[in-house]
């Protein structure tokens, strides 16, 4: 996993509410058996006509929009566990999705990814719409050492929260399933312990 | 200290707990498919890793496989490849896998409870969202992604916050025609698509426990369309007669063992959740989406709700989902042709499912210009259909009973609803593009799914119920 540093960003506003993971990568996409390569079909119906020809009026279409933050409406990610959702963000260039909620296994997919979903208030939500739409290069930096998004052109910020522990795999690249690892003594142990063994 | 049943599943699994940490939990069983594997595979792999407990894994192949012809070879390309893959993984690193043509293949959330592998007090995930299915029995449950299944593999283990609880209790009697669907149908209407979002929620009261076990699957399996983590039910007699002499459940002296400690996994009286819920079954109406999330639910004689009665930051989202649907503000979905009708998926592809659709469709015909597809949840269901005759009920009713699959309810193999096409299903999302580019899908109850079939409409079931 990469490391994740401070950024500033343009940002990609998509605002629409209950974003689901069937709407970021469609299931016809999910035969693929690599990690890769799902940035190509990211929100694949909301780009694209039946013709396969890009909808202009999709914000990810519109070249007046680009940056490594999407800033999407509340309860993004919503639906299937699917994980090539927060693949295909991030393959399509995002670092960073803010929205003012997001479904939990979305969120758990995305910090295992090193992408990082950021919840702000529906009111700072609102705000940074609002900047976006004023002036669409306008730009956001994100601080996750200080858990901080800032609006760089009026300096309103906010901070959001994160569990130390993610915060620190992200801050240092680290994955879980290493930490996991070093810790098999006890798993064995709770296995010979186990208050009802199944098998 | 009084506990949640949550908590004392939860605490059973705990491997280890460090403040700043999320917990290391322990999970019993592993279930597995074919499309949020491969990755995880791959990944263990790149890192030069068995699996760490492989007896604990079990594989199907469900969400990628042609509901037509299953003897024969995959057609679709990428879709034989990621099966073939699949076969592949499991045969390296040991899994027993349940493929196509095996006779226990399913809907990995339908073959595990009728192998006797989802047991009470277990702790059980999945790639699949759907996984809250296995809650039904008193388990937790849950959906995960493709990285956390190769921890899965790599550790049993896995690191998790401490959900939230939520008791959400229905009492009083279900109406005539008003099944597990529509309560489930109900409350997520209640409280939106994110209402349980944090949460792990616990399903009780009169009415749920009067619930058969197929029926508490199919309100546990939608746990997770209300953003729950998941959903569970304290196992009683009626769930330990369904286990009882299932292929993989406790035998002997192990089912002894297994029943007493199976009699502790209830909520402490007076323990707290954080959130508590009731609603009166009374109240519930065979219930129908009209929208393009699973929360944009009505009771079948309602009209659709106004965009202007909607908070104000939302009402653009709506107005984009009725859009979508062909639907208008204030309308009645009642007498509304429909061109679909799909019976299948983890939510109501069971044996009581079908036998309540053959039940009411016996002596009936289908209405001319529908298209009714019935998908059974696994080579069991469709046996067991098969020997019970319902299959002919099906055939002389115009009913198309395919091969097990997740088929329709995702469309990632070829049985998708075209584009603009309206399909009244028995699945569990009803989201823009689920079933097909541009289908149109109402989530409904098997009994509503197959008065639809006959009428060729959407229809208020009760009114061809005999009284």
Known sequence: MKKFEKLTSAVVPVNIENVDTDQIIPARFLKATTREGFGENLFRDWRFDSDNQPKADFPLNNPIYSGKVLVAGKNFGCGSSREHAAWAIQDHGFDVVISSFFADIFKGNALNNGLLPIQVSDAFLAEIFNEVEKDTKSTLTVDLEAQTVTIDATGSSESFEINPYKKSCLINGYDDIDFVRSQTDLIEKFEENKVFKFY | ?467
């Not at chain 2, 990755?39 to 969400?63: E, I, S, W």
């Not at chain 2, 995960?144 to 896995?158: D, P, R």
């Not at chain 2, 209790?169 to 944090?198: C, H, M, Q, R, W």
């Not at chain 2, 799909?342 to 015909?365: M, P, W, Y």
């Open chain 2, 1 to 467: 200290m009084a506990k949640t049943l949550v908590e004392k599943i939860w605490d059973a699994h705990v491997v280890k707990r460090e403040d700043g940490f999320p917990d290391i939990l322990y999970i019993d069983t592993h279930l597995i498919h074919e499309v949020t594997s491969p990755q995880a595979f791959d990944g263990l792999r790149k890192r030069g890793l068995k699996l760490f407990r492989p007896q604990q894994t079990v594989a199907t192949a469900d969400h990628n496989v042609p509901t037509l012809d299953q003897h024969l070879p995959i057609k679709e390309e990428l879709s034989r490849y990621q099966v073939d893959m699949l076969t592949k993984n499991c045969a390296e690193f040991g899994v027993e896998l349940y493929g196509l043509g095996h006779r226990y293949q399913g809907i990995v959330h339908v073959i595990g409870p009728e192998l006797g592998i989802t047991l009470p007090g277990k702790t059980m995930v999945c790639g699949d969202s759907h996984t809250s299915t296995h809650g039904a029995f008193g388990a937790i449950a849950f959906g995960i992604g493709t990285s956390q299944v190769e921890q899965v593999f790599a550790t049993q283990c896995l690191q998790q916050s401490k959900p939230k609880t939520m008791k959400i209790e229905v009492n009083g009697e279900l109406g005539k025609g008003v099944g597990a669907k529509d309560i489930i149908l109900y409350i997520i209407a209640k409280i939106s698509a994110a209402g349980g979002t944090g949460y792990f929620v616990e399903f009780a009261g009169s009415a749920i426990r009067s619930l058969s076990m197929e029926a508490r699957m199919t309100v546990c399996n939608m746990s997770i369309e209300m953003g729950a983590r998941g959903g569970l039910i304290a196992p009683d007699e009626t769930t330990f007669e369904y286990i009882k002499g299932r292929e993989f459940a406790p035998k002997g002296e192990k089912w002894d063992e297994a029943l007493a400690y199976w009699k502790t996994l209830y909520s402490d009286a007076d323990a707290t959740f954080d959130s508590v819920l009731t609603f009166d079954a009374a109240d519930i109406a065979p219930m129908i989406t009209y929208g393009t999330n699973p929360g944009m639910g009505i009771g079948i004689d309602d009209k659709i709700p106004s965009t202007a009665a909607q908070p104000t930051s939302e009402q653009l989202s709506y107005q984009k989902a009725l859009d979508y649907m062909g639907f208008d503000d204030d309308a009645s979905l009642i007498g509304k042709p429909i061109d679909y009708v799909f019976i299948g998926s983890c939510t109501n592809s069971r044996i009581e499912d079908l036998r309540e659709v053959a039940s009411f469709v016996k002596g009936k015909q289908k209405a001319a210009d529908v298209e009714v597809w019935i998908v059974p949840g696994s080579k069991q269901v469709e046996a067991q259909a098969i020997a019970e005759g319902l299959d002919k009920i099906f055939e002389s009713a115009g009913f198309q009973l395919r091969e097990p699959g997740c088929s329709a309810c995702l469309g990632m193999n070829e049985d998708k609803i075209p584009a603009g096409k309206y399909c009244v299903s028995t699945s569990n999302r009803n989201f823009e593009g689920r079933q097909g580019p541009n289908a149109r899908t109402l989530l409904v109850s098997p009994l509503t799914a197959a008065a639809a079939a006959v009428t060729g409409k959407i229809t208020d079931v009760r009114e061809l119920l005999e009284a």
